[in-house]
């Protein structure tokens, strides 16, 4: 059997099947700034645009890339474009986890038939030199899933490998930025998980929907007594495709003293469930915090405290479980403010900033893994902490 039949087979037993992360499609006030923030802070490459100038009469869009990581930036250019009244009520955000799948019009089909409500029918966007096709779902809140099939030019190795444009009406993107960008690497290689914040007494609806609608399994599961302070508390589970191509883990507030995080964000975020964060993969995370404060992101601090207690904490779990203690200088872990959490499998590095935007809505995690699958419970409870220090200066707490 070729490649091609055994393909075709699988996408006939499993028309959800995921390729890839296709992209992940931001909507934000305005693309063409936004663009250079993510390229100089995190350093991503400005890789292609679609604008009047090249055909796009109602958005703009701006295609950033890193390693396997494709952000797509889209303002609205008319005032009737759906995203322009998502904006006035959301701000910037993520509004859409497009997924690479071999037909998504089947895909599509089969999502509906399990229960997905429709956000986008199938649509054809082609030229002479191939064709992709989009067709989108609903999931929690604001956000979508597009599921994007691609062929000829526009085939995702193509894209992947830099040659190829990503639909019709992009073009090639030439800056300074992209020539500083690739002297100077982050190292972020592929979206390793995508939180979403749902309302109290809604994350089992839609660990429900993930398993029902996209065939996805759980993960993990947390419960309030691993996620807590003494104020504020979130309950989570996480959610993965079959091939573990993507992790989707669901947050919901929990009761505490004081608002929880998953609270303020719901409430910038006109109560309407959304992306909190992207993960985002590195193999050195050291190489990578270091380069991106070097560039001015704002990471979340913690207190030096949190390094009085962790190596205990992390070395002895490891070695309990037969692995060596975590390899990376442990001053320098201290010094660049990382966090480190382990379980049976090994540890993780993980480092969260401080939101991306002016409303205390998305932000990213920069993380590493050395065997470990988890998600850094060990560090909520710092974590919560520090953000609640972050939610008192907003006045938020
Ligand atoms: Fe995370």
Request: proline letters at 4%; hydrophobic letters at 35%; aromatic letters at 10%.
């Amino acid at each position: 059997m070729t490649t091609a039949t055994t393909t075709a087979a699988a996408t006939a037993a499993d028309p959800l099947a995921l390729h890839d992360v296709d992209h992940v499609r931001f909507y934000v006030g305005n693309a063409k700034q936004a663009a250079y923030f993510y390229a100089h802070t995190f350093g991503f490459r400005v890789d292609q645009i679609a604008d009047l100038t090249t055909g796009s009469r109602d958005e703009a869009d701006y295609l950033l890339t890193q390693g396997n990581i494709r952000l797509l930036l889209t303002t609205p250019l008319t005032k009737d474009h759906p995203a322009a009244d998502e904006i006035r009520r959301f701000g910037d955000g993520v509004k859409d986890i497009a997924l690479t799948v071999e037909d998504a019009v089947a895909a599509y089909e089969q999502a509906i038939k399990n229960g997905a409500e429709p956000w986008g029918e199938p649509r054809e966007i082609s030229d002479d030199r191939g064709t992709v096709v989009v067709a989108s779902i609903k999931t929690y809140g604001r956000a979508v899933h597009t599921f994007v099939s691609r062929t000829g030019h526009y085939a995702l190795d193509n894209v992947k490998k830099g040659g190829a444009e990503f639909m019709p009406v992009f073009k090639k993107f030439e800056s300074p930025v992209n020539d500083y960008n690739a002297k100077n690497p982050c190292g972020l290689m592929y979206v390793d998980h995508c939180v979403g914040n749902v309302e109290e007494g809604k994350m089992n609806h839609w660990v429900q929907w993930y398993e029902d609608v996209m065939g996805f399994k759980m993960f993990k599961h947390f419960d309030d007594k691993d996620i807590s302070t003494e104020y504020s508390a979130l309950m989570s589970k996480v959610m993965a495709s079959g091939n573990h191509l993507i992790k989707m883990p669901i947050n919901e507030p929990a009761e505490g003293k004081k608002k929880s995080q998953i609270q303020e964000y719901l409430e910038w975020h006109d109560m309407t469930p959304g992306v909190q964060h992207l993960a985002l993969r590195t193999d050195d995370e050291l190489k990578s915090v270091a380069a991106l404060r070097s560039r001015g992101v704002d990471f979340l601090n913690l207190p030096d405290s949190y390094y009085d207690i962790v190596w205990e904490r992390v070395n002895s779990t490891l070695i309990q479980h037969g692995h060596d203690p975590v390899k990376e200088d442990h001053t320098r872990i201290k010094d660049l403010g990382i966090l480190v959490d382990a379980d049976d499998e090994g540890y993780l590095l993980q480092l969260f900033t401080k939101p991306l935007q002016d409303r205390p809505t998305l932000f990213f995690e920069i993380i590493s893994r050395h065997g470990s699958q988890s998600f850094g419970k060990g560090n909520f409870k710092a974590l919560f902490e520090a953000l609640e220090l972050e939610q008192e200066r907003r006045g938020n707490l």
